[in-house]
């Protein structure tokens, strides 16, 4: 087992709990994930991630899960950083390579994103594809750095689409088998965040 990743502590989260857990409630999902430009009373953050071995030419299925940012003893702890701290402790393996996948609630702020691109720039056995509901400040030029430096460093940065949302709805939501059901203008804001993520990336 590898020490936490870069002087974070390791915390007690398991599959059963409210940090670390397999599956998302459908309200969750609908609230968190919905693909608004300007989204208010959304501070948390949520990723569903699957982690896939690469072996030869193909992908083998390793891990997947959700995280969620939280308080833990009185630090606070980025949704990003809490999934490196344990994938690089639990996972990691030198000899193995790695595609990581994420479905974001929100796409990474600019601190979060340099920690990303860092921990790539350190691991070549890792890739990552991001895939957001939302564009966090996205206005805000240290945010649109933050995902150009992403790009930059081998990350595929991406909007999540209707395929994406109706993906995890299957994969993370304990749905009870009712199907996804698309929200007003899912479409549409996924056009104008696609417009906004290719004007970042250039």
């Not at 950083?81 to 796409?107: C, D, G, V």
């Not at 460093?153 to 304990?174: L, P, R, T």
Request: charged content about 25%; overall charge positive; aromatic content about 18%.
């Amino acid at each position: 087992m590898q020490p936490a990743y870069r002087g974070y502590s390791r915390m007690p989260w398991t599959r059963d709990s409210s940090e670390h857990m397999a599956r998302l409630d459908p309200e969750t999902f609908y609230f968190q994930f919905r693909n608004l430009l300007y989204a208010n009373r959304r501070n948390c953050s949520y990723i569903c991630y699957k982690v896939e071995r690469r072996k030869y030419h193909s992908r083998v299925s390793f891990d997947w899960g959700v995280f969620h940012n939280q308080v833990y003893g009185g630090t606070r702890c980025h949704t990003e950083l809490r999934f490196l701290s344990w994938f690089h402790a639990e996972k990691l393996r030198p000899n193995e390579r790695y595609h990581i996948t994420w479905f974001m609630s929100w796409s990474p702020c600019m601190k979060c994103a340099k920690e990303v691109a860092d921990f790539l720039g350190r691991h070549q056995n890792v890739t990552l594809s991001i895939f957001t509901a939302r564009l966090y400040n996205f206005q805000e030029e240290k945010s649109r750095q933050g995902l150009l430096r992403l790009s930059d460093q081998g990350a595929h940065v991406d909007i999540m689409s209707y395929q994406e949302f109706k993906y995890c709805w299957k994969k993370f939501v304990n749905s009870q088998r009712r199907p996804f059901r698309p929200w007003k203008k899912l479409y549409r804001n996924y056009q104008r965040l696609v417009e906004e993520l290719e004007d970042i990336l250039g």
